[in-house]
Nanobody, 123 residues
Framework: QVQLVESGGGLVQAGGSLRLSCAASGRTFSSLAMGWFRQAPGKEREFVAAISKSGDTTYNADSVKGRFTISRDNAKNTVYLQMNSLKPDDTAVYYC????????????????WGQGTQVTVSS
C-alpha cells in the first residue's frame, strides 16, 4: 500500500504562484511514477503533469505547459508541483497519484491517490 498526503493549496490571486507537495509512504518511493490531477466543480478529473520514477522524464498537459513544473525528491519521498502564472481556470482540487514503474496520463491507470488539496485562484 501507498499513502499520499498533499499540502500547499490555498487562495491566490491571478498571476500568483503556489507550490504543492505530496508526501508518500508505504512503498519504495523511487519505484513509483507520480502524477498530478485536478478536478474543478462540475468537471471530470483531468491530468496535469506526470514524472518518471527517477525524475528524468516529465510531461505536462497543454493547459499548464510553461506555467507548471513537476519535480520530485526521492530522498524525501516527495513530489512537487510548482504552479506559476496562475489563472482562475486553474481553480480545482489537486490530487497526486502513484503507480508502479511507468507514468501515464490517464487517471484510471493510477493505483494510489491522495485526499486532494484545494487551489483557488481569484481574478
Amino acid at each position: 500500500q501507498v499513502q499520499l498526503v498533499e499540502s500547499g493549496g490555498g487562495l491566490v490571486q491571478a498571476g500568483g504562484s503556489l507550490r504543492l507537495s505530496c508526501a508518500a509512504s508505504g512503498r519504495t518511493f523511487s519505484s513509483l511514477a507520480m502524477g498530478w490531477f485536478r478536478q474543478a466543480p462540475g468537471k471530470e478529473r483531468e491530468f496535469v503533469a506526470a514524472i518518471s520514477k527517477s525524475g528524468d522524464t516529465t510531461y505536462n498537459a497543454d493547459s499548464v505547459k510553461g506555467r507548471f513544473t513537476i519535480s520530485r525528491d526521492n530522498a524525501k519521498n516527495t513530489v512537487y508541483l510548482q504552479m506559476n502564472s496562475l489563472k482562475p481556470d486553474d481553480t480545482a482540487v489537486y490530487y497526486c497519484a502513484a503507480r508502479r514503474i511507468y507514468w501515464r496520463t490517464s487517471q484510471y491507470e493510477y493505483d494510489y491517490w491522495g485526499q486532494g488539496t484545494q487551489v483557488t485562484v481569484s481574478s
